[in-house]
């Protein structure tokens, strides 16, 4: 049993900052590419940013680009997203998504976190 907890979502003001974390536990061998991707009311889930397991490689939407920074602690099974200059269009629920080995290989979303930019 796997287990995602999301934190750090909430109301910002455009231009603002907020960092969200995604910590996984349980019965876990090995993360591979983590990353987070955004649903908005009325739209598709989309892939915001992606980590490869060493961190070495990351993937950004183009709209996040210069804002956005992914990043992971291997220690502690968490993944980060620290987000900048916010507006409003960045308003949306935002996922963790991890590859995982647990007895098999497997992949596993996170509960959503609110995350909403607005004077």
């Known amino acids: 049993q796997v287990q995602f907890v999301e934190s750090g979502g909430g109301l910002v003001q455009p231009g603002g900052s907020l960092r969200l974390s995604c910590a996984a536990s349980g019965t876990i061998y090995g993360i591979y590419t983590m990353g987070w991707y955004r649903q908005a009311p009325g739209n598709q889930r989309d892939m915001v940013a992606t980590?490869?397991?060493?961190?070495?490689?990351?993937n950004y939407a183009d709209s996040v680009k210069c804002r956005f920074t992914i990043s992971r602690d291997n220690a502690k099974n968490t993944v980060y997203l620290q987000m900048n200059s916010l507006k409003p269009e960045d308003t949306a629920v935002y996922y963790c998504?991890?590859?995982?080995?647990?007895?098999?290989?497997?992949?596993?979303w996170g509960q959503g976190t609110q995350v909403t930019v607005s004077s």
């Open positions: 980590i490869t397991t060493t961190g070495s490689t990351t």
């Open positions: 998504n991890a590859a995982l080995r647990l007895g098999i290989f497997a992949n596993r």
